[in-house]
């Protein structure tokens, strides 16, 4: 039979369909760095997707592994001179906190990057195996200088455990990621918030001493290394990149712009954080990290920028987005507020409110900061609605009760406990809020790691800017008000002028040998020098929180510009584990 017009037409119109969409072509050539886009509504997933074993592992995987990479370091630094007193003394004791900062900070970027262009999978597996790796070396570990080397493997494990913004962010629904959150943070429960009490507990309640805290790390690390590897699949390189090759991928790109971050980085971190201990501000070691560190990151921006890069490290157009920049800017902000508690409150403890109490005593005060902190995150993550408005209240308040601290005296330990702790919770509060907002405001949800990960390296470099002058106010005002306070008032009580410098020794040592050693000293003495230490440290530490209102006045004024999300909280879910689309992930 001849062929009719009605077969001539069907036949030009399937023809017609298996030619190259001009318009589909155009987007997938835009968009094939970013990779394909599987976002899906809530009503599309599969029916159980959020009971399925998948889902439930990885949530449990990322909630552990962030645990476990606060823990790293979180459950160590408590502790850190009981370690040296075990396994030193060794003068460079400072590089096991240097090493997780630095090895963390840079981390961070780079996972979040690489991950949204290659696939998520095999980051968090690795990372986590690593960290596993570092808390085994840690564990065994015979002196400082392997205990050092451990914590730089902990610390590129960490990169990928503390990248849980975008990890949790992107497999639940918009509007539920301040929850998914808040259940981050609570498996920061032991590792942070009670971090100190734990890691006193290991020292002076068990036989295993501070090795506990690795053998446990160990433990918990392993367990969320299985937990990524069976439970978490979210879409390989091939299903977002279809078309392409991952040879093509690693030829293009940015190797160039990322040494220039990872040494400029590096050693601006380094160079801050060696002035005033490792080294005199004035020495050529911190002058020059700081200064070729600092010129290199600027040169990291101006190739960026300038180089027309197919897959930079930094998409500038990252940049451009206002209401993100402000929130990384807050949510840094508020972290160098935490750190300020951090950082002083601890050594409040043991110096001003310690006396007459036990050890573990000192452990569970210096568990209040970082409590609070936990608290207003969770307290924070069931306000999601006017989080602008949420963010200038909090952080107003918070910044308010932390410079009330400086009125602390040694005989105000109930007053300082309870400002601490509130000063903590709003700014706890604050930090769900602008980490979560943060995965939000981009434009692009294909590139939540990215800006999330530079976001968390800004927030490092930012906060240890202002950790560093914290630091430096506190050592040069204890310069000033140890030497005006504590000689004059050893001289009035009897003490010869001769013992003077062996009474500050005995101070700071604490231990019986050291207070022996003191000739002529008696117990009215004694009690007259350490009241006249503690008014010299408390008036060192007033100066410090009086300093924590320059960055909190920069801080409340950024917040009348936060971002309100309302419109974009939507029940979209960016990824969806097993694959990306519906068709694709009815196993899950």
Not at 290 to 307: K, M
Request: charged share 10%; proline share 5%; aromatic share 12%.
């Amino acid at each position: 039979m001849a062929p009719t017009k009605h077969d001539a037409n069907v036949d030009t119109i399937a023809h017609l369909e298996t030619l190259p969409d001009p318009e589909k072509h155009y987007h997938s050539l835009e968009e094939e760095i970013l990779g394909r886009d599987f976002t899906v509504a809530e009503s599309e997933l599969p029916k159980g997707y959020f009971t399925s074993a998948n889902f439930l592992g990885s949530m449990f995987a990322i909630g552990a592994s962030f645990g476990c990479g606060v823990g790293g370091f979180g459950l160590a630094a408590p502790v850190l001179s009981f370690i040296n007193a075990d396994i030193g003394p060794d003068p460079n004791l400072s590089w096991v906190a240097l090493s997780y900062l630095l090895t963390n900070s840079i981390g961070l970027m780079l996972v979040g990057r690489l991950s949204d262009l290659f696939g998520r999978r095999w980051f968090f597996i690795g990372g986590n195996a690593l960290a596993t790796v570092g808390c085994i070396v840690a564990a065994v570990a015979p002196n400082v200088p392997a205990l050092i080397a451990a914590e730089v493997l902990i610390g590129l494990g960490a990169a990928s455990q503390l990248s849980y913004a975008f990890a949790v962010g992107e497999l639940v629904p918009t509007t539920y990621r301040f929850l998914a959150q808040a259940w981050v943070f609570a498996w920061a429960i032991p590792s942070s918030g009670f971090a100190p009490a734990i890691s006193y507990a290991f020292v002076f309640q068990t036989s295993v001493g501070w090795r506990g805290i690795f053998y446990l790390l160990t433990a918990l690390n392993a367990a969320t290394t299985l937990a990524w590897f069976f439970f978490y699949k979210p879409p390989t390189f091939a299903q977002k990149h279809e078309s392409s090759r991952k040879t093509q991928f690693l030829k293009d790109f940015d190797y160039i712009g990322t040494l220039l971050f990872i040494m400029g980085l590096l050693l601006f971190l380094m160079g801050l954080s060696w002035g005033g201990t490792m080294h005199p501000w004035k020495s050529a070691h911190v002058i020059a990290t700081i200064v070729v560190g600092f010129v290199a990151l600027v040169g990291f921006f101006v190739y960026e920028a300038y180089a027309g890069l197919k897959e930079p490290l930094l998409p500038m157009h990252l940049l451009k987005n206002m209401p993100w920049n402000i929130t990384v800017l807050l949510w840094a902000l508020g972290a160098a507020v935490y750190y300020a508690l951090a950082i002083i409150w601890p050594s409040m403890v043991a110096t001003l409110y310690s006396a007459g109490h036990g050890t573990m005593w000192a452990g569970w005060m210096s568990c209040i900061s970082n409590s609070g902190i936990l608290f207003g995150e969770f307290v924070g993550a069931f306000f999601k609605r006017k989080t602008n408005i949420q963010i200038i209240v909090v952080f107003f308040i918070g910044s308010v009760f932390l410079a009330a601290m400086a009125a602390s005296t040694p005989d105000t330990p109930v007053m300082a406990a309870l400002f601490v702790f509130i000063a903590a919770a709003f700014i706890g509060w604050n930090e769900i809020l602008n980490s979560t907002v943060a995965t939000i405001v981009i434009k692009d949800q294909r590139e939540i790691g990215t800006a999330t990960g530079i976001a968390g390296s800004a927030r490092s470099f930012i906060s240890t800017i202002c950790s560093t002058v914290y630091t430096v106010v506190l050592s040069n005002r204890l310069a000033q008000t140890i030497p005006a306070k504590v000689p004059p008032a050893l001289l009035s009580a009897g003490l010869p002028a001769t013992s003077i410098v062996t009474f500050i020794t005995a101070l700071t040592l604490g231990t019986p040998a050291a207070w022996s050693a003191v000739e002529g000293l008696t117990p009215s003495i004694q009690s007259a020098g350490v009241r006249a230490y503690q008014e010299a440290n408390a008036a060192a530490y007033k100066t410090v929180f009086l300093s924590t209102i320059a960055f909190c006045g920069v801080g409340i004024i950024c917040s009348f510009w936060a971002p309100n999300i309302d419109a974009l909280l939507s029940r979209d879910v960016v990824v969806q584990l097993e694959g990306g689309r519906k068709g694709e992930s009815e196993k899950v």
